[in-house]
Every structure is written in structure tokens, then in C-alpha cells.
């Protein structure tokens, strides 16, 4: 081997450019790999809170825009003197849904924004939730049903070999705004749009 002035061999510039060339295989491998990963592909819908007067209602929701109902969601609004007495239920005719609480020691909690949904035994599936109350209200206003019932709901689709993730915001007793991940067998963030 022949040295420079420097005591460097003739070896060296052939180690540079090998180290390059192995970083440069190493990256190849990583795009590789990120590039197969299934992307979501998340449908997000939102729909128009027009009323909230004191009518009984069923509202119903195709979340995968295949123009099949998907989630029934019904409501029942009594008044009784100054009282209202509310009750519903959310459904779906397709027994491959289901929605959840999440269940945390031993009760049952709703799903807040920014939780992950994921197929784990940390939510309780049902397939058809129920609610319902009471509140005191003014005659001719409609302010009783700011916050009777608001809150996220997570859902679940299990097909043979698969399941989709989403979730829903309950507000005035209807959806208001819905996330489905149409990418099979992956999480869903409550809140996330894409």
C-alpha cells in the first residue's frame, strides 16, 4: 500500500466510499419498510346540528359512504311540567358494529378526544348503548339541551379476518361529527380527521 504525505493509505478513500454506499443501502431499506405500512385512510363526516327542539327523532348515518345506513341513533324527548326526560338509543341493524365505553376499573367511562381506539380489551363493546335523563327547562327556550348528553363514543366493525376502528361525537342527542378508519386491523385517534 502507498502512503500520502499524511500517513493515510490508498485504502482510505476506498473505505469512504463503502461507508456511504452501506448508509446508502441502510436508508434504501428504511423507506422500504415505511412505504409497505398500511396508511389510514380515515372518512370523516360532519353533520348539521339543525334543531334542538323537543321532538323525537331517528337520525340515521352511512359511515363508509357505500349508501348503506350504518348507525341508527334514536331519540325520545318527553315534557312533564318544567321537566324534559330524554332517552335514546345508538344502533346498528349490521351486527358487524359495535361501540364502546372505555372500561376502566371495573366501571364503564365515555372515550374522550385525543384517545386511541384500538381492538383491545380496554374498551367494553355493546351493540346498542342507551341513554337517557332529565332536566329542569323554561318553556320556549331551547338551552336545556346544551350539554344534556355530549360526549364520544368509539365504534367498531368486525368482518371474518378483520376489523375497522371509529369513533363519533354525541351532541343534542344526534352525531355531530364521525371518524372511520377504513384501513383494516388499525387504531383510530378520537378527533382524527386524516
Known amino acids: ?10 485504502v482510505f478513500p476506498y ?8 448508509a446508502s443501502l441502510t436508508g434504501c431499506k428504511k423507506d ?17 346540528v339543525t334543531s334542538q327542539t323537543l321532538t323525537n327523532d331517528t337520525v340515521f348515518y352511512d359511515v363508509d359512504d357505500d349508501g348503506v345506513t350504518d348507525i ?9 311540567g318544567s321537566d324534559i326526560h330524554y332517552s335514546g338509543k345508538i344502533y346498528s341493524l349490521n351486527p358487524e358494529f359495535r361501540f364502546a365505553y372505555m372500561n376502566i376499573a371495573s366501571h364503564n367511562q365515555m372515550v374522550d378526544s385525543g384517545q386511541v381506539v384500538n381492538n383491545s380489551t380496554d374498551f367494553s363493546w355493546i351493540s346498542s348503548p342507551v ?3 332529565g332536566i329542569s327547562f323554561t318553556p ?25 376502528l371509529g369513533w363519533f361525537h354525541f351532541n343534542y342527542m344526534v352525531i355531530d ?8 386491523n388499525q387504531s383510530i385517534i378520537v378527533g382524527q380527521k386524516n
Open 15 to 22: 473505505l469512504l466510499a463503502g461507508m456511504l454506499l452501506l
Open 72 to 80: 341508527t341513533v334514536t331519540k325520545t324527548i318527553d315534557t312533564v
Open 1 to 10: 500500500m502507498e502512503q500520502d504525505q499524511s500517513g493515510f493509505t490508498t
Open 140 to 164: 320556549g327556550s331551547n338551552n336545556w339541551a346544551n350539554g344534556v348528553f355530549w360526549h364520544y363514543f368509539a365504534f367498531s366493525r368486525h368482518k371474518p379476518g378483520a376489523y375497522n
Open 32 to 48: 422500504d419498510a415505511n412505504s409497505t405500512a398500511p396508511q389510514p385512510q380515515v372518512i370523516y363526516h360532519t353533520y348539521p
Open 131 to 133: 341513554y337517557g335523563g
Open 177 to 184: 361529527e364521525l371518524g372511520y378508519n377504513k384501513t383494516p
